[in-house]
């Protein structure tokens, strides 16, 4: 019996192939659906794909662009419409904070202040509205320097995972987010038909309407 594959996005009727590589990190992966031309396509929802039985729905995907692709007898156009998953929200929550700081011996961290990287990422993901997580795999022995000044949450994260060598995993089967120690995990595939390209390009999900000027702290020198 023939392999049964599907995919299926709210407005999209006619379509013909659907490319999804989903990566790790705090970026979104981008995917690639090819149909025929047509009207009102739903900006977000969710995109689904089946598989010999097995669903996946990855909730609250936005569409980042479409472009028309001519075929090769010139006769039939095909559109190519590339949605990013949730994480392109990430982008647009920013944080504040000052945590771990030190004494003036440079060693000695404030209680108040203390905070271990896992309760770190709780605070990031908490701004982002995440309400499914798991950071229990972070090292708890560590107290990183965070100094947040309106800065991106999904930036934040970031700095903070490469600086305790882990990697933030949107699980697709449960749609929970969570933090893994680099190096954890399944080997790289290296089939025939499993190795993608070393590299992606990743659209941007939408102009902003306007644009927001933070400045930091001024500093005054007196005489």
């Known amino acids: 019996m023939p392999n049964s594959a599907s995919c299926s996005y709210p407005g999209i009727n006619t379509i013909r192939a659907c490319r999804f590589p989903f990566s790790r990190g705090v970026l979104p992966s981008a995917f690639t659906i090819y149909c025929l031309p047509f009207d009102n396509l739903d900006p977000t929802g969710p995109l689904r794909l089946t598989y010999n039985g097995s669903d996946i729905t990855f909730q609250d995907c936005a569409i980042a662009s479409a472009s028309i ?91 903070l995972c490469e600086y305790v060598a882990c990697e933030v995993v949107l699980n697709w089967q449960t749609n929970a987010v969570e933090i893994w120690p680099s190096g954890v995990g399944a080997s790289t595939p290296t089939g025939a038909g499993e190795v993608l390209p070393k590299y992606r390009f990743t659209p941007r999900s939408g102009v902003p309407s306007s644009a927001q000027v933070v400045c930091g702290p001024s500093l005054y020198q007196f005489r």
Do not use: H
Not at 74 to 88: A, E, F, M
Not at 113 to 134: M, V
Not at 135 to 148: D, F, L
């Open 69 to 159: 692709r001519k075929q090769y007898d010139g006769k039939w156009p095909i559109w190519s419409v590339t949605g990013l998953d949730r994480r392109w929200k990430w982008g647009l929550k920013r944080i504040s904070g000052n945590w771990n700081q030190r004494y003036s011996d440079g060693v000695t961290i404030t209680p108040n202040s203390r905070k271990t990287p896992g309760e770190l990422a709780t605070l990031i993901l908490q701004q982002l509205g995440e309400g499914s997580f798991d950071v229990s795999r972070m090292p708890q022995n560590v107290y990183p320097r965070a100094i947040w000044d309106n800065v991106r949450c999904d930036l934040a994260l970031d700095a």
